[in-house]
Every structure is written in C-alpha cells, then in structure tokens.
C-alpha cells in the first residue's frame, strides 16, 4: 500500500474542501465590537481557588446599563515565554458547565496559556455573584427580552472580552491565540468565529449552526410552531445562529464530534463547517461521547492549533468523496502522510439521531482513497474518515445520496 508523502503548510492553507463558496448569508452584528475588543478591567479573587492557576473576574458587556463581572480561571506555562510570548486559547464552556482549571491546565501542558470562564452567571461551586450577567435560560428562552439582556449576548460578548483580556497580558502572543469551545460552547465559538476576527483559530466541539434546521426533536422544539413569533425566529437566524456568521470567519477551523452525538446531528455540524468562511478541518469519530472532559481531551485539536500557530505539522485534509453509481466505489482526493482510511456508511433514513453506522476499508494511494468493497444498496449517507502516521484523525464532509 502507497501512502501518501507529507505535505507543508502551504498545502494546509488550501486544503479546506469544506471552505464556503457561497455568497455570506443575512446577519446582524448586535455587538458593540469597538467596545470588546478594549481590555478589559479585571482583579484577583480568592473565591473557589484551584491549585497552579488564577482565580480573576474580568469586566463583560454591560447588563441592564452596569457592567458585569466574569468569573474565570487563567494560567500560562511554567518557564519563560519563547519568543514574541506564549499562544493562548480561550476556553468556552457548554451548558451546566463552568469555569474548569483542569481545561486551563491541559493546554498549559501543551504548551499555551489558557483562560476559562463561566458564562452562566455563577461561580464553579453554582453559586450566583455580584454584577453577574445572565443565567442560561433553556435554548434561548428569554427571547423576550432586548438583545443586550439575552444570555447568548453576553456569553458571546464575554468571550470577545476574554480575548481582549489575554491580548493586554505581555507573556501572550497576541497573534496567536485562540479559541475553543464544548457543546453549547461550541455553538457559542461558531458565532464568535465571524465577529471577532482576531482569533489565530476556532475549534468548536460538538456544538455548531443551523439548530433550527435539525431534525432533532430536543432542539427542534425551542422554535416555530410551538415557540417563537416570525419575527422572533428572525432574529434567531439573523442574530445569533452560527449560520449568519461562519460565512465571515477566515480562520482556520477544526470541528470535532462524534457521529452520534445526541445534541447536535452530524449533518449540520458538517454544513456548518463547510459554512466558514476560511479553511475548515473536519474530525468526526465513530463513537464520541458528549461531555467537556472529553471535548479537550483529543489529540487532534492540539496538533491542530499546533500547526497554525507554532509552524508544526498539519493534519491531513480529505476532499469531498466521489461515488461511482456503478461500481458503488468511493474515492477521495486526499493530502497528508495517511496510515489509513474507512467509508463510514449508514443504510438508515429518517432522522438523524440514533442512525447505526458502519465501515468499510479503504486503499490508500498516492493523490486519495479509495474503498476496498462497493457500498452496499440501500445507503442513505456516507462519508471518508482517515488517519496519518501519527494516528490523528480527519473526515471528508457527509454525502448524502438521493439529495
């Protein structure tokens, strides 16, 4: 078997596939960016220490004409900063979470500095503070309310601010930091992704655009028929969405889940990666489970933000899979040092949870890959997952046949 010889950054650069072609859709920019984007104010606190890191509020967007105050853990490798200073990421937590120093120390182990904040209105042991923002309520249940008094404002706005914050810090690297973010975080970082364009790269987990578009009854729910006015839900889709935005984010972006994640379905996370504006890189595991600890935990994302921020090597980048109706072979154009490849392939239609899905090996070869067997009749959607030499892990976007 030939593998495929390694390729440089400048191959990285152009790999994305999955870079949007389309014209960007309607949006509306609610924040006040000239404002976030100013350190903000910030001072220590002893409240819920944790061994090796800082316990700091940082100021966030006003709320009800005050500012707020955010809670967060930060920290920076032990050692001297290397030249021009650390790269940083900031660290956005998904729903029920919090504030996490083990989050912040796992990249310090990597090698960058880390903030993680809570975007809730609480402290890590659930209690409330003074000059807190909003609390989450359900999936976007104070809808009511003006923009700048809704929760996904302000979890947004804060995690702008937080960026603001690392940028004044002189060990930082302010070119090169960037951001991550766990389930509803992840959502969270979409949107960011195309209105704080100061971020090196963007790796939401799990969490992504077009909710109201998926088939899952859990979101579904939270919008028309049975909630939202008309013009509630355009504000939704115009607003706040991921959607609205990812056409105007140019950085690079990795998006990692698994194929049954229960909250977000598979095919508007790989919609949503192919939304962005800039180069995207898709990492869907077979089996994934959905909670923080795993979210940070992967390889792949820190040989990603490796790759764009300290010149090391990047992940391999798969092309859309072609399928000859035929012979019901599946090739993709692929770069990258790959060790193997597989189909992933459900033969379920219907809605996109809970759908069972199988592989097939493939061959790898010099420009791609190419599966050892047909597809079965009767599969309803597939797609190319692969490994490199160092067992990282990429997948092309999903097809679907019959669309």
């Known amino acids: 078997m030939k593998k495929i ?92 979470g919090t504030a996490f120093p083990d989050w912040v120390k796992t990249w310090n182990k990597h090698g960058y500095a880390a903030i993680s904040m809570d975007l809730e209105g609480h402290l890590p042991d659930g209690r409330g503070h003074e000059h807190s923002g909003p609390a989450r309520i359900d999936w976007f249940g104070d809808r009511d309310l003006p923009d700048t008094e809704q929760w996904f404002y302000h979890a947004v706005a804060d995690v702008m601010r937080a960026n603001s ?38 790796v939401p987990v799990y969490g992504c655009g077009y909710i109201h578009e998926s088939d899952n009854d859990g979101l579904a729910v939270w919008f028309p028929p049975k909630h939202m006015t008309e013009k509630q839900f355009e504000d939704y889709r115009t607003k706040w969405d991921p959607s609205a935005h990812l056409p105007y984010a140019k950085m690079p972006m990795l998006w990692m889940t698994g194929f049954d994640d229960p909250v977000f379905q598979v095919d508007i996370f790989s919609r949503s990666a192919k939304a ?57 154009k692929a770069t ?45 959607a597939f797609n190319v997952n692969a490994k490199d030499d160092r067992g990282l892990l990429v997948s092309s976007e999903i097809v679907e046949l019959g669309k």
Request: hydrophobic residues 40%; proline residues 9%; positive net charge.
């Open 165 to 202: 914050l690392l940028r004044s810090f002189p060990e930082i690297n302010k070119d090169k930091i960037g951001l991550t973010g766990i389930s509803w975080g992840g959502t969270i970082v979409s949107t960011t992704a195309g209105v704080d364009p100061r971020f090196a790269f963007v």
């Open 5 to 96: 010889v390694s390729i440089g950054m400048i191959l990285f650069a152009a790999s994305s596939a999955l870079a949007a072609v389309a014209e960007p859709t309607k949006r509306v920019v609610v924040w006040d960016t000239k404002s976030l984007f100013e350190p903000p104010k910030m001072h220590p606190t002893t409240q819920c220490p944790a061994p090796g890191v800082r316990t700091i509020y940082f100021e966030g967007a006003d709320y009800e004409g005050q500012p707020t105050q955010v809670f967060a853990y930060y920290s920076a490798p032990e050692g001297t900063p290397p030249a021009g200073g650390w790269p940083a990421a900031v660290c956005a937590h998904g729903g029920g």
């Open 276 to 332: 962005a504006g800039g180069p995207s890189t898709l990492c869907m595991r077979g089996r994934m489970l959905h909670g923080h600890g795993v979210g940070w935990q992967k390889a792949d994302l820190y040989a990603f933000a490796d790759s764009v921020v300290k010149g090391a090597k990047p992940l391999p980048s798969l092309g859309r899979p072609e399928f000859d109706p035929k012979t019901r072979i599946v090739r993709t």
């Open 336 to 380: 990258g040092n790959l060790a193997g490849a597989s189909v992933h392939y459900t033969v379920q239609g219907g809605k996109w949870k809970g759908r069972y899905w199988e592989d097939i090996p493939c061959e790898v070869w010099a420009d791609g890959v190419a599966s050892r067997s047909p597809l079965p009749e009767g599969v309803t």
